[in-house]
């Protein structure tokens, strides 16, 4: 089974630029998650889908990240303008039922 | 308010021993409890998840317990080995909700 693809694997911006993230999660996963992980911190729920629906976005701060899931697969999380402390590791993970969530390997951002 | 609490000093031990990982929450009503490993630039990695009903779930050398009275789960590792070296992250459900929070992890190491 493949696991879920996340890319880019690192990006460096300016702060005030924008940058987008994309996730493919594993096929047949209904709910698809984004993560914001800060270094020494546990991952923080910013949004999760459910199909192409979201279930939960009370952490995504809307002024400045958006996210989409087009019909209930692939999902793409963007930023823009960027701001300094927003550089982190994105998870993007996804899970079917009540199960454990697999998670793809991240997105390092840097803002500078 | 509520809290999820895991060690942040690192757990040092010798190889072969029993690693015994901490996690207690604070005004949570958890539906379950999951416990994840993660490696450096690396996602989280689904290890166990135990129910609120549920004491005990062993798999191979991994035991996690759940106590809704102390509002704590342990997570031990018997016969621990270096490869065992990483950080833990335990993950609650609440009962009726949608997402997940993460603790900020323990990192463990072993010593050959």
């Known amino acids: 089974e493949a696991g879920v693809a996340q890319s880019p694997r690192y990006k460096i911006i300016e702060k005030r630029q924008s940058v987008a993230f994309w996730c493919n999660p594993i096929s047949g996963h209904a709910t698809l998650y984004w993560y914001q992980q800060i270094l020494g911190q546990g991952p923080k729920l910013l949004i999760q889908f459910q199909n192409n629906g979201v279930v939960d976005d009370s952490q995504l701060p809307k002024d400045r990240f958006s996210a989409e899931r087009l019909k209930g697969v692939d999902s793409t999380l963007k930023i823009q303008p960027a701001k300094l402390e927003d550089s982190a590791v994105y998870l993007c993970?996804?899970?079917?039922?009540?199960?454990?969530?697999?998670f793809g390997s991240g997105t390092r951002l840097t803002v500078v | 308010s509520q809290k999820i609490e895991q060690n942040s000093e690192a757990l040092n031990i010798q190889e072969g021993k029993t690693a015994t990982l901490t996690c207690n929450y604070t005004?949570?009503?958890?539906?379950?409890l999951q416990w994840y490993r993660q490696d450096p630039g690396r996602g989280p990695v689904f290890l166990l998840l135990i129910r609120e009903n549920e004491k005990e779930k062993r798999k191979e050398r991994l035991k996690v317990t759940f106590d809704t009275t102390l509002k704590q789960s342990l997570f031990h590792i018997t016969a621990s080995q270096p490869a065992d070296s990483a950080t833990y992250l335990c993950a609650l459900k609440e009962t009726g909700g949608f997402k997940t929070i993460f603790g900020a992890g323990t990192r463990l190491f072993v010593k050959a």
């Open positions: 005004n949570y009503s958890p539906a379950y």
């Open positions: 993970a996804s899970s079917l039922g009540q199960n454990g969530y697999t």
